[in-house]
């Protein structure tokens, strides 16, 4: 009589869409979670394993394959008294451990992961030694590495083409037409939203001498028996499908070259217009967006609204977007989104396609509702908007009443470009606060130049002043300083390089507007002068300081931008600053602190940035050098005994952690410091998803440039880093942010007592 057993086995084999099973590992791990009372696990493990076989063996139902492996036999009616003799001694030793490797900027690995149940797989080495029945983990080389699914070998090292479903995730095509020796895997568990990462994986003991990490050009790589009893349990438990947004959409620009998706933003929205518009129809914006949000979510819903603004035909602003008549596509009815139709040539007035300060002779007309405001309100309407939101959108001058050709007296000097909006600078941020009256402006503008002396002699506006100011405002050009300009004006703080530098600070000499009281009682003050020395001094980074303790010795508040930009850093750790932005690697990002993470002149298309440059940079940043504080800190306090915290990133979250337990998301702990130590967030920094945001990719950011490394949850300095500052008790992050990491001390000794 043939064992219940057997049968049960049988049954579930048969269930299963594969034929082939590795009886130890998958078909009693399945029973006995199915039939826990038949299949429980004895102390001896080996024997309910043996029994199992042992009866497998002796029915006719079972072929037994290579590696421990079984696989049913074809055909409905079958002699059960088939001899066991014929049926040789199968092989139970198990199976061995690999890691494959795959490239997304060849193989789009992620994508394929989510729709396939089997691939192909290249092996370039070891053809003799991975057998069927073996584990393979799946490994994403780049920025994001680590082990993203476990999978089987089902087939084994075959001359083949990768022809099937999986041919169509190669990047270039002829990589999978081409016969070379390949393996066929079963995947077995996803790991894509929850991978184990390469940092996890190198922090943990006993793992450092994988191959995969010392020498990781390869595509096949051995895991010994110790090292994949360490690894196992790290691999996580719950299978998730789905990638996390910002891996996803860096793999896919690996594989594309850049592009998100094989079809550009405006070659899908002509493509959608043309599907979904007939002539005389309307349709919303909002239809529009949600079908990106639907088919294709890694595109910003701002990226998507410019297009469509881009590609409207009587949308003033599309000439911001460079829109030419190939873009002439829309026509927005009585200015509604929600009524777009196609653009009818003859019947609609003609497309916009000159800026609005076109020369003479240009068929763009000026707009009624600006011609109609004074300059003197236009500058006091333009000033007030400026300092509330630190920005001005094409929106937003269309609002206003304002038209680009205005903006040429606060260019360069006040505002710096960036792609859809003119940011305004820090020069312009420092002398706003609260009041952006044109009066109250100037006189912070001339006590910003003359030293907070002036605010005690001159504590109201004066409104000498604002004529004179506003009648030069345009011709000023204030530059942004650098380290190693060899001289400053003193009322300025900025560098003199060039001719138009000197007699910008000769016509903007606001001492001689004052009145005659008013400089009198300034001479007489001692510290002026030096107060006017000093500023010299860190325009031109003479000061030892960090930013930190630099501006906890400043009497002034100053303001804070926030910078929500990814580095782009290639796998041999350069930064890729050619490959970004050029406004997201000078004005916008990092320059708030004096130093962009672009010097003038040094970006081009090629340009690279060494790791450890762009570190230092990075940390002119004050949300970077806080985030630095909070370890470097950690690393003497056991020294003088004062409370640490760690940086817990657990879930996706980032929080400070204090003796054990979780106070807080990071980002508040940061604003507060910052706010103590004076920095004041302006514009849209002032709002706490930016916030949340912005120390989510300064972390990431920093661990790119190998500064942090995760050690399970916790994010930690790396050793290469440590040393770096242990070794030189000089170094900037170390003697240079003394004074703030007295205020960091005070700060968590109140939390840890429940005060802050």
């Known amino acids: 009589m043939r064992p219940r057993k057997v049968d049960l086995a049988f049954d579930w084999m048969r269930s299963q869409p594969r034929r082939a099973f590795h009886y130890r590992d998958e078909v009693w791990a399945a029973l006995a979670e199915l039939h826990p009372d038949e299949f429980a696990v004895s102390d001896d493990r080996k024997t309910p394993w043996f029994s199992l076989h042992r009866d497998m063996t002796q029915d006719a139902r079972f072929l037994r394959g290579d590696k421990g492996m079984f696989e049913l036999v074809d ?25 494959f490797q795959a490239n997304p900027k060849l193989y789009r690995i992620l994508e394929a992961l ?4 089997r691939m192909q797989f290249l092996t370039n080495r070891y053809k003799d030694r991975i057998q069927v029945g073996d584990i393979v983990l799946l490994w994403m080389s780049g920025n994001h590495a680590g082990i993203y699914a476990q999978a089987r070998v089902v087939e084994g090292v075959a001359d083949r083409k990768s022809d099937g479903d999986d041919a169509t995730f190669w990047v270039d095509p002829s990589s999978g037409a081409t016969t070379k020796p390949r393996v066929v895997l079963a995947i077995e568990k996803r790991f894509l939203g929850n991978p184990l990462l390469k940092t996890t994986i190198a922090a943990t003991e006993g793992l450092g001498n994988l191959m995969i990490l010392r020498q990781p050009n390869g595509t096949n790589f051995p895991v010994d028996a110790d090292a994949w009893e360490l690894l196992q349990p790290l691999l996580p438990t719950d ?14 620009k690996r594989a594309r070259g850049g592009k998100i998706y094989d079809e ?61 008549p190939e873009h002439d596509l829309l026509f927005r009815v009585d200015d509604d989104w929600a009524r777009l139709r196609l653009y009818r040539p003859g019947d609609d007035p003609a497309p916009i396609h000159d800026k609005p300060d076109a020369p003479k002779g240009s068929k763009a007309k000026t707009s009624t509702k600006a011609k109609q405001v004074s300059p003197l309100d236009r500058n006091r309407r333009l000033l007030a908007h400026l300092a509330t939101l630190g920005e ?45 009256g044109p009066s109250a402006f100037t006189t912070r503008l001339a006590a910003r130049f003359m030293g907070e002396h002036l605010r005690r002699h001159a504590p109201e506006p004066i409104p000498e002043l604002e004529e004179p100011v506003w009648a030069r405002f345009g011709r000023w050009h204030l530059t942004q300083p650098h380290g190693g300009d060899e001289k400053t004006h003193a009322y300025l703080s900025v560098p003199i390089r060039e001719p138009r530098d000197v007699a910008a600070s000769e016509r903007l000499d606001l001492f001689a507007q004052l009145p005659s009281k008013v400089i009198g009682n300034l001479i007489r003050e001692p510290e002026f002068l030096s107060e006017q020395q000093s500023w010299s001094a860190d325009a031109a980074s003479k000061s030892s300081e960090g930013p930190l303790s630099t501006q906890l010795r400043r009497s002034w508040k100053r303001p804070l931008l926030l910078s929500t930009v990814e580095l782009l850093v290639a796998d041999d750790g350069q930064v890729l600053i050619g490959k970004m932005e ?16 672009c010097r003038h002149g040094e970006w081009e298309r090629a340009a690279t940035l060494e790791p450890e440059a762009a570190a230092e940079r990075l940390f002119q940043h004050p949300v970077a050098a806080v985030l630095l504080q909070f370890e470097v800190h950690r690393l003497f306090a056991g020294l003088s005994g004062d409370v640490a915290a760690l940086i817990h990133v657990g879930g996706g979250l980032a929080q400070l952690e204090l003796d054990g337990t979780g106070r807080g998301p990071l980002w508040r702990h ?35 440039l190998g500064v942090f490394e995760r050690d399970g949850d916790v994010l930690h300095l790396t050793d290469d880093y440590q040393s770096k500052i242990k070794a030189h008790p000089g170094h900037l992050q170390n003697r240079g942010e003394k004074p703030y990491r007295v205020r960091l001390s005070q700060f968590l000794a109140a939390l840890h007592r429940g005060q802050a």
């Open 582 to 597: 050029r406004t997201d690697v000078m004005e916008r990002s990092y320059i708030v602190a004096g130093l962009p993470l």
């Open 75 to 99: 055909g409905a009616a079958l002699d059960d008294s088939l001899p066991a003799e014929v049926v040789a001694v199968v092989d139970v030793k198990e199976p061995r451990v690999w890691i």
């Open 114 to 117: 989510q729709h396939l149940d």
């Open 392 to 436: 001005l959108t094409p929106g937003d001058l269309e609002d206003l009443g304002l038209e680009e050709a205005h903006l040429s007296d606060w260019l360069d000097s006040m505002l710096a470009r960036r792609p859809e909006a003119h940011v305004v600078t820090p020069l312009f941020l420092h002398l706003v606060d609260g009041d952006a």
């Open 670 to 704: 940061v604003r507060s410091m910052l706010e103590q130590v004076g920095y004041r967030p302006v514009g849209a920094s002032t709002q706490d998803s930016l916030w949340a945001s912005a120390v989510h990719v300064m972390l990431k950011n920093l661990e790119l």
């Open 264 to 324: 550009s933003c405006n070659e899908l929205l002509e493509r959608f217009v043309a599907e979904t518009f007939a002539d005389g129809e309307e349709h919303s914006r909002d239809e529009i967006t949600s079908w990106f949000a639907a088919n294709y979510p890694l595109f910003k819903p701002i990226t998507v609204q410019c297009h469509i603004e881009k590609y409207t035909t009587n949308f003033r602003s599309r000439v911001h977007y460079n829109a030419t």
């Open 239 to 252: 299978e998730t499908r789905e990638p996390a947004r910002e891996v996803l959409t860096w793999a896919m």
